[in-house]
């Protein structure tokens, strides 16, 4: 187990990157809002908040499949086991059998057991006692999941799950039913190993939890998998944070996205807060730094007038159960202009991030396009891809981009599709497709 000091509380700061000038009449104002919380002391493995706040359940596909090859249900054993050794005594666990039903396999008494010497142990015996057997139904994992981290008085819940296959024995519509009754209530990582599972449904649940999804084709990398995201979840230090968005009179909101280290659509995820307010869910954080993209759309006005277009807030639940603490804010503002290089500069940020927006779309198009096999719409879809992540600096997604399609000329997005492609390539591309890089500033 590494070695944690006591918890300490993250500090919140925002900054906000746009540019405020409009011509005259202009409408549409961008903004890149930074989101840095500091000061948690979860780096160089330290903890954030408080272990005995904290709950973790291990959600590990235990179906059938995961017998072929056999190497993929004992790397799933050994990874949650050093999971396990990962947790910070005090915290709360749970391991969780998932096949077509759910099962408790420790501490399995309707509950969760607090991490020590003694239940590490114990939770790793009993991992030695699974076998794979049954089907898929995704939807009861994460609901016995959230009953188990319901039990305890917690301010962190969190989840890590781990399939190999199709959610084959729920329809699609019961394993939405289940996301939309655990969104809000705990985070979730997801990750797919080997190559016989559906990318949209394990990024889908990520996505609808505010987790990570990942693809380990080999299952001799979870435990390292497992590990990192263990860590991760133990530097959590403050949960449920909300950027508040008020925006005045006349003001309309276009989109609110998540633009790194992912990009995620947050607009959807509004709910209302008051006059003119709304709360777009965040999760929890530790030592860490977001950027989010706010788009507002404000009423014409003449040159020399000025507006605030938008405030953004951060908000974080009170633990005595009051209004919500204010933890940061920036503004967005709007400035009408006849200075014609003032009114068409692009704000750097948002030049970037809109290219990283789009390099996640058109790879998931062109994917779509090859599948389907229409091979001039995945070349046209690809080919941008490629020239967007040149241009952009992301050299990850370039070097996933390389394995599907040979690269003829990166500044233009001249590409070729490759005739044979590996499936967990492919895959990996798909499920890795929306990660961005930062912008240089």
């Given at each position: 187990m590494a070695n944690f000091s006591k918890p300490t509380v993250p500090q919140f700061s925002v900054d906000v990157y746009q540019n405020e000038f409009l011509p005259e009449g202009g409408r549409d104002v961008s903004a890149i809002v930074t989101v840095t919380s500091t000061g948690g002391g979860t780096t160089g493995g330290f903890a954030g908040g408080d272990p005995a706040a904290t709950g973790v359940v291990i959600m590990l596909d235990c179906s059938g499949s995961m017998d072929y090859p056999a190497t993929k249900m004992r790397g799933a054993r050994e990874a949650t086991a050093a999971a396990i050794d990962t947790l910070r005594d005090g915290t709360r666990f749970a391991v969780v059998a998932g096949t077509h039903v759910a099962k408790e396999v420790y501490p399995a008494d309707g509950g969760l057991a607090v991490a020590d010497s003694r239940t590490r142990a114990e939770a790793k015996e009993a991992l030695r006692r699974l076998s794979a057997s049954g089907g898929t139904a995704i939807g009861t994992?994460?609901?016995?999941?959230?009953?188990?981290?319901?039990?305890?008085?917690?301010?962190?819940?969190?989840?890590?799950?781990?399939?190999?296959?199709?959610?084959?024995?729920?329809?699609?519509?019961?394993?939405?039913?289940?996301?939309?009754?655990?969104?809000?209530?705990?985070?979730?990582?997801?990750?797919?190993?080997?190559?016989?599972?559906?990318?949209?449904?394990?990024?889908?649940?990520?996505?609808?939890?505010?987790?990570?999804?990942?693809?380990?084709?080999?299952?001799?990398?979870?435990?390292?998998?497992?590990?990192?995201?263990?860590?991760?979840?133990?530097?959590?230090?403050?949960?449920?944070?909300?950027?508040?968005?008020?925006?005045?009179?006349g003001v309309e909101i276009m989109f609110v996205?998540?633009?790194?280290?992912?990009?995620?659509?947050?607009?959807?995820?509004?709910?209302?807060?008051?006059?003119?307010?709304?709360?777009?869910?965040?999760?929890?954080?530790?030592?860490?730094?977001?950027?989010?993209?706010?788009?507002?759309?404000?009423?014409?006005?003449?040159?020399?007038?000025?507006?605030?277009?938008?405030?953004?807030?951060?908000?974080?639940?009170?633990?005595?159960?009051?209004?919500?603490?204010?933890l940061s804010q920036g503004l967005v503002r709007a400035v009408w202009t006849d200075d014609l290089a003032m009114s068409t500069s692009i704000n750097p940020q948002v030049a970037h991030y809109t290219g990283q927006a789009e390099l996640a779309d058109v790879i998931q198009q062109g994917l779509d396009a090859r599948k389907s096999g229409d091979r001039d719409g995945a070349t046209a879809k690809l080919g941008r891809a490629v020239q967007l992540a040149a241009a952009s600096g992301n050299a990850d997604t370039a070097k996933l981009l390389s394995k599907v399609v040979d690269v003829v000329d990166a500044a233009t997005g001249t590409v070729r599709l490759k005739a044979k492609v590996a499936e967990a390539d492919e895959m990996t591309l798909e499920t890795r497709s929306t990660k961005t890089v930062r912008v240089k500033r």
């Open positions: 994992w994460l609901r016995l999941a959230d009953r188990l981290l319901s039990s305890a008085e917690l301010t962190i819940r969190h989840g890590i799950l781990l399939t190999d296959g199709r959610n084959e024995h729920e329809s699609p519509a019961e394993l939405r039913d289940a996301l939309d009754a655990c969104a809000g209530r705990f985070t979730c990582d997801a990750r797919g190993v080997g190559t016989d599972w559906e990318v949209k449904e394990v990024t889908g649940i990520a996505s609808a939890l505010l987790g990570t999804a990942d693809i380990v084709a080999d299952p001799a990398g979870l435990a390292a998998d497992f590990t990192a995201m263990m860590e991760h979840a133990m530097g959590k230090g403050v949960a449920d944070v909300a950027l508040r968005l008020w925006t005045p009179v996205k998540q633009v790194a280290p992912a990009v995620e659509d947050l607009t959807g995820r509004r709910t209302e807060a008051g006059p003119r307010a709304g709360d777009y869910p965040t999760g929890s954080w530790g030592d860490e730094s977001r950027d989010y993209h706010v788009s507002v759309r404000v009423p014409r006005a003449a040159v020399g007038q000025e507006m605030l277009a938008a405030r953004v807030s951060l908000l974080a639940p009170d633990p005595a159960g009051g209004d919500p603490r204010p």
